[in-house]
Nanobody, 125 residues
Framework: QVNLVESGGALVQPGGSLRLSCAGF????????VGWFRQAPGKEREAVSC????????FYQDSVSGRFTISRHNANKTVSLQMNALNPEDTGVYYC??????????????????WGQGTQVTVSS
C-alpha cells in the first residue's frame, strides 16, 4: 500500500537551500515514476520535477532547471528534491506523487494518481 509522506519543508531565506524527501512507496518502489509538484496560494498546482522508473530519466520545469535536483534512493526507498538558490517564487506547498510505470517526460498533475499531503516551503527574508 502506498502512503506517501513528504518532509523537509521549512522557512528559508532567498538564496538558501532545502532538501525535500518523499517516503512511503510500499514494496513496488521500483515500479513508480515519481513527481514533485507545488502549489502557491491562488495558483494551480504545477509540475516541478519528475523521475522515471527504469532508466532514471528526469524532467525539470524551466524555472527550476539548474537549481533543483531530483533523485531516487533505492537503499531506503525514498525520492529527494534538492533545491538550491531558492527565491520567493519557489514558495508553496510541495507534493510528492506517483504513477505506475512511465517516463519522466509525462510530468503534469493529472497524470499522477497517488499523492502525499504536502510540505510547506516558504522563501522569504
Amino acid at each position: 500500500q502506498v502512503n506517501l509522506v513528504e518532509s523537509g519543508g521549512a522557512l528559508v531565506q532567498p538564496g538558501g537551500s532545502l532538501r525535500l524527501s518523499c517516503a512511503g512507496f510500499g514494496p513496488r518502489f521500483d515500479d513508480y515514476a515519481v513527481g514533485w509538484f507545488r502549489q502557491a496560494p491562488g495558483k494551480e498546482r504545477e509540475a516541478v520535477s519528475c523521475i522515471s522508473t527504469s532508466d532514471g530519466g528526469t524532467f525539470y520545469q524551466d524555472s527550476v532547471s539548474g537549481r533543483f535536483t531530483i533523485s531516487r534512493h533505492n537503499a531506503n526507498k525514498t525520492v529527494s528534491l534538492q533545491m538550491n538558490a531558492l527565491n520567493p517564487e519557489d514558495t508553496g506547498v510541495y507534493y510528492c506523487a506517483v504513477r505506475l510505470w512511465g517516463s519522466a517526460k509525462i510530468c503534469y498533475p493529472k497524470a499522477y494518481d497517488t499523492w502525499g499531503q504536502g510540505t510547506q516551503v516558504t522563501v522569504s527574508s
